[in-house]
């Protein structure tokens, strides 16, 4: 891998392998340490027994695999799950709670940062600076799909990010799903299954691609009603993606990167999201962080192992 | 579908078993998995619906077992501090006559869920999860 | 032991030895075995680790214990927790499955009986029956003090459990309690530690057990307002026990006996609960269950050994 | 005075500890018992206020630890399905800076809680526990 820029993969991207018990924990570590990839992430809330709190037998047991498969834990996946009660969002206590929690748990597992969600609120994030620094844990926000940098709690978190107050301890994750602009495989598939003719969504597509709006897209063609609905969907997901331009500007507060991708064909390349362009932008920069795997078209016909693979070829082959 | 993964998971394909008490049937049970790539919170579990060979359990009959506890469906939406593991199976148990072993029946899931975090311009997006499968009783 | 009358013991009257961990619930068996007892209760939300989901571990490892110290496992004791919620009340839903639930633990560790409380309410009670008869377990209901035969419920219950439909599955147990009819030595130490005087509290007592009112006590002493309030603390705690005529009344529909006291003299007796009179009672109906000592006197400074072990000489001169 | 026993056993004799994240100091820690014969549901706690040499100390920085998770004192009034046994102990995290170890601690608890079964005749019967212990750190 050329220059600092290092290969990372959220477990994540092995869901239906784990989920359906085909892999445990430590055959995911063992096949990504064999396919090159160097740092992981773990989703907590999806890997880690008894979160939110794991029991220190785990942590040692975990750290040991770690050493047997030379993997780096980069980052230790958390959420802000604002909405886990029916009656109430969570309270500011109830979120700083869950956070120190999860950076304790970080801690103990030898993470470098704990990667939260926008959710946890400007306020906040300002308050667990201090503990970031008295644990030596970086807190980094991710920046995922449908939002992008002009949203204005993200402008908020930037300039918390570059205050030079927060320097090594906050951050942003850019996930490249901010960059995607026009439906993935599976998405298509989906809407194939629906009941959408091929000729009408290549159409669409093409159009969508082209710049056209809703409106010169249903009026240009005869769309069953169903179809209608995927012009919209199109149009409503993939209408404002981030522009390539916008990384340069998050870099210089970006410690990790998460490599989104839905599909990869056998050329291993994505053909909604413009990774050549993005990862000219990193290699430009002097990023030195981890550009981590997420891969997330989880199917059941789909093979996660072959997809990650394509990844670090992809990415591989971009930094040369 | 893009969720096809997780509806597939929520019903287990291990048998259904009767449930006995010192010899005596009291019921039977079946296996249930969190219909998503991570685990959750009970709470956040908005409706549970049986169906057994095209007949609704009423929810007093129902009894979750997780973690250690059984709780009643009408409970989970309160339960914020219950976490379901992803890999964890939560037991179904229905009390009431066993099922004749040997048998096979249709066991019919739907489980409506919040996602917690989603709120990124408001609501929470809220998924059906829906599995049928014939399970044998052993 | 004269007749078909048994000697058992609550587990409960162990408490100060049990949850200052002096005594595991190994050593509580082997003491109760050891001093004599044949039948145990359980209180399963005290001695049972996991309760109310005690694990089948547990409960195998507990049954040997029964057997290598030769003892019967008579009664499960279950609570109606209905104010476990601070916002409502336990639904009817609810207490079935908490009841339902003690009913098959204490199923599967062997117990006769499962002894619930009154707020079960006679409708729910009637809804068990099927699954009583269904695991062939008893439910029966302590009859504990404040209440007595008389309160409006317990008539409800008694044409319950006399009924022919529930019989060998329902009934009626009374605890002894409900018989006191002066204050026992726990209540007289605490007036005392309060700041009541010896010589008042000796007068107050006498007046109160030769029936004299409220008020006339009061007016035939010069007394302090904390002695005011003693006053009016045993009135209202003593001033309307059951009658021992009560007894025979239940005794067909009794399958068990709570034997309460809270403190027994070297001489073994009870000077506040007329033991005497009710131990012929039981004598002369015919009873054949368990009378179980049930000490309740924890104090720190009294040792529940020597309490235990004069129950038991007391009711063993009684049946003699 | 009747509950003098149980009133004991509130805070345990064990030390003080620090609590320690990879060598970080980041708070303290002792242990509570429940005040009663048996275990109860942690929505019967009504109150739990603690005071460290007279301090009171905020809820936002005490965690309460049992059965393997860590719930906040706001919450305790709702953990209707989460038993604390009797001979289990709770334990009190307070976050923050550690204790000096060696040093002695006056540590009050007051835990107000509901007897849940006591509703003979209307309402149920609440008892406040007190314990002060002055505790090592170790
Ligand atoms: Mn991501
Ligand atoms: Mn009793």
Known sequence: MAGKVKLGISLFSLTPLFVTRQWDLERCLKEVHEMGYEGIEVVAAQMVPNYPYPSDEWIQ?????????????????????MGIRADRDLTEEEIIQYTRNDMIYAKKAGAQMVRTQHAISPKIYKRMLPFCKEIGVKLVIE????????????KEYLEIMRDPASEGYFGVVPDFGIFQFTPHKIAIDSYLEGGCRKE?????????????????????????EYEKGVIADIKHKFSAPAKVGDLAKLLSCTPYIHGKFHYLEKNCEDSTIPYGELMESIKNSGFEGYIACEYEGHRFDIDPKEQINRFAIMIDKMLK | MAFELFNRILVSDEDITNITVEGIEIGYEFKLQYPSYRGTFLSCIEKLEIRIDNQLIETPRIGFYINGKEVLINELAELFREYWFITDFAVLRIYGEGLEIGTKHKVEVLLRHRIPYTGYFGNYMVEDAACTKVLNVI
């Open chain 1, 200 to 224: 009408a969504l290549d159409k669409i597509i093409m159009e969508h691609e082209s710049g056209r709006s809703l409106e010169e897209i249903i009026n240009a063609g005869d769309y069953t």
């Open chain 1, 143 to 154: 920046m995922h799909s449908p939002h992008h940098p002009e949203v204005d709690v993200w």
């Open chain 1, 61 to 81: 047991d975990f750290k040991g695999l770690l050493k047997k498969y030379e993997l780096t834990l980069v980052t230790w996946s958390a959420y802000i799950d």
